[in-house]
């Protein structure tokens, strides 16, 4: 009996699945960029960041001051007068667009196809994005207008990566198309799952933190090191950097941890998660009162996001782990809170640091290290990472 000759294999990273990795990190790297980009330009677009704006002062027409500290540019930059607190709603405006729009978006994915979204929301957030500097001199309002725009268009992007759109039990391939029928959600079981409610005040506590540095990085090292714009983006760019590097070492450590059978997949699911809260919170209590030094300010402003992406391993990951049925819905529902906890994180530290500048910066880092602490609290003492019950596969039963 002749065999059957087998297919020919391309090597694996000529593959589907890394094709669709590649789109989705040029992807990500166009959508993040444009994230944080006006917390890198308001630095030029605002006279005086921290100080709050005086009581007759317009929110909304460019002022010229050719003599501050946006001498570096052309003399025609235009300064804006926005206080600290408006510089919070700005930058959390764009949270409430991607919250405003979680679950239509998802709806007209599964209408349209996923990929249709994501090219539809990278193209209308870039478009925005190119209006954002005509928007700032016609007034404040149409900025946020905006923001609340680029969110809603980035909602694919926020949610795609995170398996919302594709689940990990899938393959690329299937990822356009239904192979199974719908099956109903046990919302009531999920509402009274501690171990659940554990992975979301983790997601809560963790983008707390980190929506202040992304947001709030590039104004702190200019306000507190009194570095120049162009060092300022540098030194910014730092921390993510450290980010990258301590989210591949820590997958790369708890992979290490389980395959050695060295740690229960709890205890390292716990392990991480600690580190990536506590260790965080001990680095931005630190800042305010090494103001002064200016290396140990840099060090302490790039651990907090590195540390911090060791929850990479920790309860970000936890859902895969009690509910991979639903992993990707329960994936939405915790960006959901992070995305809540980045709205008011961004609108308190904007208020705060209006208040006054040396003691503000202080207030934010304590509020914030106090939040991590809360949250981790809470995922140590109900965290698990067994499959629940309202998970598990139901037979199906024919009269």
Not at 99 to 122: D, E, N, Q, R, V
Not at 180 to 195: D, E, I, N, W, Y
Not at 339 to 351: K, Q, V, Y
Request: aromatic share 10%; charged share 10%; proline share 6%.
């Amino acid at each position: 009996m002749d065999e059957k000759p087998s297919a020919r294999r391309g090597p694996d990273i000529c593959s589907l699945r890394y094709g669709l990795a590649v789109v989705m990190h040029l992807s990500n790297l166009s959508m993040i960029t444009q994230r944080v980009s006006l917390s890198i330009a308001i630095i030029a677009m605002v006279n005086g960041t921290q100080q709050p704006a005086p009581a007759n002062a317009s929110a909304d027409g460019p002022l010229q001051d050719p003599s501050g500290p946006i001498g570096e540019f052309h003399a025609g930059t235009s300064v804006y007068a926005w206080s600290p607190e408006t510089q919070g709603i700005l930058f959390s405006s764009i949270s409430y667009g991607i919250l405003l729009t979680l679950i239509p978006s998802g709806y007209l994915a599964g209408i349209f196809g996923a990929k249709h979204m994501l090219g539809a929301g990278l193209l209308g957030s870039s478009l925005l994005s190119l209006c954002t500097p005509l928007a700032a001199d016609l007034g404040v309002s149409l900025v946020m207008v905006i923001r609340v725009a680029q969110g809603m268009a980035q909602v694919p992007e926020a949610l795609s990566p995170g398996g919302v759109g594709w689940g990990g039990e899938r393959t690329p391939e299937s990822c356009w198309r239904p192979t199974s029928p719908r099956r109903s959600v046990p919302l009531k079981a999920m509402a009274r799952c501690l171990p659940l409610w554990a992975i979301f005040s983790g997601f809560f506590s963790h983008f707390w933190l980190c929506t202040v540095i992304v947001t709030y990085l590039p104004t702190y090292i200019s306000s507190v090191l009194h570095v120049s714009i162009r060092e300022s983006g540098v030194l910014s760019a730092l921390p993510f950097v450290a980010a990258s590097t301590c989210t591949v070492l820590g997958g790369q450590l708890a992979d290490f941890l389980l395959s050695r059978d060295l740690l229960r997949l709890l205890t390292v699911r716990k392990l991480f998660s600690a580190l990536g809260l506590l260790l965080p919170s001990l680095c931005a209590v630190a800042l305010p009162f090494v103001a002064s030094s200016y290396v140990t300010t840099v060090v302490l402003l790039i651990l907090i996001p590195g540390t911090s992406n060791l929850c990479d391993s920790g309860f970000i990951i936890n859902t895969l782990d009690i509910a991979p049925r639903y992993a990707s819905f329960l994936m939405g529902i915790s960006r959901g809170f992070g995305l809540l906890a980045g709205i008011i994180s961004s609108t308190a530290t904007g208020f705060l640091i209006s208040q006054d500048s040396a003691s503000g910066w202080r207030h934010v880092f304590f509020l914030a290290a106090a939040v991590n602490l809360f949250g981790l609290v809470f995922y140590l003492t109900f965290g698990r990472a067994e499959l629940q019950d309202w998970a598990k596969e139901r037979p199906l039963t024919r009269l």
